[in-house]
T-cell receptor, first 114, second 110 residues
Framework: DTEVTQTPKHLVMGMTNKKSLKCEQH?????MYWYKQKAKKPPELMFV???????INESVPSRFSPECPNSSLLNLHLHALQPEDSALYLC?????????????FGPGTRLTVT | EDQVTQSPEALRLQEGESSSLNCSYT??????LFWYRQDPGKGPEFLFT???AGEEKEKERLKATLTKKESFLHITAPKPEDSATYLC???????????FGTGTRLQVTL
């Protein structure tokens, strides 16, 4: 099974709201990722977690706050977002950090900031 | 700086009309090249991993090949359900970071 699940599928939030995106995998993968994807563009890496520790932050604004409670779960906490943050947010996982393993993506959360 | 370029940007084929998509790369050290398929509004679906020049992988109507400078995704006798955006990405060993190309939007018509 190579499934990564994400909830919710769609999210509409105002600029003053606080919300969270959730991601789960049960493949025993020890690397997990958050990507942002705008229309007709490739995914852009935001964060990488290796063995539940944040290893890469691609200079993402602090209004995005990642969390990895355990090896199967990844959250992305959102606060005071801007309309330009509207995008498809993708979670991915791979077997081990620092290995050239394929990443498996979830279906994404379509975020709209009003 | 690592660069990945995909061509063409868009491709329209008739059902059964075989073709190839190109992914050329300029990287400091390739550890792996990945092909993904992405349907609109969905997450990328993993297709293939290629690690070294000369390697080939096949799955149904798709075949991926790799040289020292580029990779091809060959589509044989495509069907309308093969319509999607095809992304290639490279891993150059920088802490599991993938560098993606901009994708090829493939449309297969009856």
């Amino acid at each position: 099974d190579t499934e990564v699940t994400q909830t919710p599928k769609h999210l509409v939030m105002g600029m003053t709201n606080k919300k969270s995106l959730k991601c789960e995998q049960h493949m025993g993968h020890r690397a997990m990722y958050w990507y942002k994807q705008k229309a007709k563009k490739p995914p852009e890496l935001m964060f990488v977690y290796s063995y539940e520790k944040l290893s890469i932050n691609e200079s993402v604004p602090s209004r995005f706050s990642p969390e990895c409670p355990n090896s199967s779960l990844l959250n992305l906490h959102l606060h005071a977002l801007q309309p330009e943050d509207s995008a498809l947010y993708l979670c991915a996982s791979s077997q081990a950090p620092k290995r050239a393993d394929e990443q498996y993506f979830g279906p994404g959360t379509r975020l709209t900031v009003t | 700086e690592d660069q990945v370029t995909q061509s063409p940007e868009a491709l329209r084929l008739q059902e059964g009309e075989s073709s190839s998509l190109n992914c050329s790369y300029t990287v400091s050290g390739l550890r792996g090249l990945f092909w993904y398929r992405q349907d609109p509004g969905k997450g990328p679906e993993f297709l293939f991993t290629l690690y070294s020049a000369g390697e080939e992988k096949e799955k149904e109507r798709l075949k991926a090949t790799l040289t020292k400078k580029e990779s091809f995704l060959h589509i044989t006798a495509p069907k309308p359900e093969d319509s999607a955006t095809y992304l290639c990405a490279v891993d150059t060993g920088t802490a599991s970071k993938l560098t993606f190309g901009t994708g090829t939007r493939l449309q297969v018509t009856l």
